[in-house]
């Protein structure tokens, strides 16, 4: 079994047709044949019939395509990554969930780019839902945030590195404040609920937790978690907030954690890769790099939310909305 074999392979399983993928290789139709040959008599497999103009796989065939597409891929990168090796400034793409690229994302990236001081940083926010497909589609070498779905989970790598509370504030004025037994859900949907641009997402625990609830609040969107606790501070609603996030105004006391069954919400982030060696090396340089303490330490740093927002030449970053 030869790359150029799998790559003649994969070719025909995806145009369906022998004379498409001469074509797109640059090659007389026998030879592709003939490669083809040399894989089923390798394989003892016939890989695909001819069936009505076209071609379709046997079952070998399709197991086949999906491991030949990869491997294709990957030596297609490997070849990449040799050819630029000698950049000076490795390009990371990354995918950024809204709630950490708000709180963490910036310190993280940081220290991140003076531990490895050669990395060019491209940091995009994107919605949680989207986290699979769009490292599927190979848009972003890794994601930092949400965790995606356990049936996607089978193609990736996926590192937990951060672990998170949740839990429900209000300002020391708000009339729910003054409440010390468990609050009933109907008076909490009574109020508005802050949160940022991204809402409250259902693939993260929050969000799952808010499912389960009997019932739905309002959840009002601002441009950022930020600008919700501002609202929450002044009194207009309350908020699910990260609780080391606002851990210095509980203890001053202009905010105060209501009393709700169920909270604090525990989470995690997690640092996602393709798996199979499908993965760029700043990738994985990356995602081992967000589970050190050095990390970790940056990440969590009292002061507020150190977000995206006046980074350096080194990264960039875009917002969705």
Not at 91 to 120: C, I, K
Not at 293 to 321: D, F, I, N, Q
Request: net charge neutral.
């Amino acid at each position: 079994m030869t790359l150029s074999q799998l790559r003649a392979f994969a070719l025909v399983a995806r145009l369906g047709s022998l004379r498409a993928a001469a074509a797109e290789l640059g090659i007389s139709e026998p030879a592709v044949s003939s490669a083809l040959a040399s894989l089923r008599q390798d394989l003892g497999d016939p890989l695909f019939v001819r069936s009505g103009g076209g071609i379709a796989l046997t079952p070998g065939g399709r197991m086949l395509a999906d491991h030949a597409q990869e491997i294709v891929a990957l030596a297609d990168q490997a070849r990449w990554d040799v050819a630029h090796a000698d950049a000076a400034r490795p390009e990371l793409r990354v995918l950024a969930t809204a709630a950490f690229a708000e709180h963490a994302a910036g310190r993280l990236f940081d220290v991140f780019t003076r531990w490895v001081p050669a990395a060019s940083v491209d940091v995009v926010v994107e919605s949680a839902a989207d986290v699979a497909a769009l490292l599927k589609d190979r848009a972003y070498d890794i994601a930092l945030g949400a965790r995606p779905s356990k049936a996607d989970e089978a193609t990736m790598e996926v590192v937990p590195f951060l672990r998170y509370q949740r839990i429900l504030v209000a300002a020391r004025s708000h009339r729910l404040a003054s409440m010390h037994g468990p609050i009933p859900l109907a008076q909490l949907f009574a109020h508005q609920w802050f949160a940022g641009s991204a809402g409250i997402e259902e693939p993260t625990e929050e969000g799952r937790w808010l499912t389960h609830l009997a019932g739905v609040p309002r959840v009002v969107r601002l441009t950022s978690e930020t600008d919700a606790l501002a609202a929450v501070r002044a009194g207009e609603g309350i908020m699910l907030a990260l609780a080391h996030a606002v851990a210095a105004e509980l203890e001053g006391g202009s905010l105060v954690r209501l009393p709700v069954a169920g909270t604090p919400v525990g989470g995690l982030w997690w640092a996602t890769i393709l798996d199979r060696g499908r993965a760029s090396l700043t990738a994985r340089v990356l995602q081992r790099f967000v589970t050190t303490a050095e990390a970790t330490a940056a990440m969590v740093a009292p002061g507020g939310s150190r977000g995206l927002s006046g980074r350096g030449s080194k990264v960039h970053v875009a917002l969705w909305t």
